[in-house]
């Protein structure tokens, strides 16, 4: 099992940057690939970034590609999402996940991630 703790959220303007982070204790951190999610109010959770265990691959939504990126660090046991030119729709809750099951269902779907933090608020002013 493994514990995970969301941080760096805040209140930014449209077109400034915020770096999330995701530290993670318990197992071994590089058995798990981990992903950012994020819900809005009154809107599902969606999915926003992948990355596997060694951080050779990533993938992103189309909504966030270019201006988001993910990375990890496994000797701080810490996935990040660094977000650059936000936009007011960007604003939501950031919850990051981590997967010990090769995200068998698909990088983008819930049901791939046993673990999940408890959310950092990210809200973007226009």
């Known amino acids: 099992q493994v514990q995970l703790v969301e941080s760096g959220g805040g209140l930014v303007q449209a077109g400034d940057s915020l770096r999330l982070s995701c530290a993670a204790s318990?197992?071994?951190?590089?058995?798990?690939?981990m992903g950012w999610f994020r819900q809005a109010p009154e809107k599902e959770r969606e999915f926003v970034a992948f990355?596997?265990?060694?951080?050779?691959?990533?993938n992103y939504a189309d909504s966030v590609k270019a201006r988001f990126t993910i990375s990890r660090d496994n000797t701080k046991n810490t996935v990040y999402l660094q977000m650059t030119s936000l936009k007011p729709e960007d604003t939501a809750v950031y919850y990051c996940?981590?997967?010990?099951?090769?995200?068998?269902?698909?990088?983008?779907?819930?049901?791939?991630?046993?673990?999940w933090g408890q959310g950092t608020q990210v809200t973007v002013s226009s």
């Open positions: 318990g197992r071994t951190f590089s058995n798990y690939a």
């Open positions: 990355i596997n265990w060694s951080g050779g691959s990533t």
């Open positions: 996940a981590a997967s010990a099951s090769r995200v068998r269902f698909g990088i983008d779907r819930l049901r791939s991630y046993e673990y």
